[in-house]
């Protein structure tokens, strides 16, 4: 199975670029944080920097809706990407991410900004964790749930 899910921070802003083609190509780079303490109960710190890359409509709506330094939430899967260097002749090897989906996590500014249509026809929320109803959710009647 390959298949992740994390949440970090954009390092620069996204870059788009379109193949010949017309489809669009989106890169970014993430940055994650990890705190842990050590047995003599010291704060430590340590940061992790990732690259991804998105398809299509997803990767113009990441360009359009996010810039260096905002939080973003990215699925996806691992990819390995190779090439030859051109000075040394090298065979090089960069592992990026492959975004399926994406989600926001910043700011109450950019939560409230009109949900993003990934290529997939899925519409990505922006609404989770916040107390305003999701305009998405169907209508529940508590009364009538099974449990």
Known sequence: M?????IGNIVRDPE?????????VCELSIAYNEVWYNDAKEKQERTYFFGAVAWGKMGEN?????GKGQRIALTGSLTQETWEDKESGK????T????????FCGDKKQAERE??????GTVERS??????????????????LPY
């Open 115 to 120: 949900p993003a249509t990934a290529s997939t």
């Open 127 to 144: 609404w989770a964790g916040d107390k305003k109803k999701d305009p998405l959710a169907p209508e529940v009647d508590d009364d009538n």
């Open 62 to 66: 990441i360009a359009k809706y996010f």
């Open 96 to 103: 990026k991410i492959k975004v399926t989906g994406f989600d």
């Open 16 to 24: 788009v670029k379109f193949l010949p083609s017309g489809v669009a």
């Open 2 to 6: 390959n298949q992740l899910s994390i």
């Open 91 to 94: 065979k090089r090897e960069k």
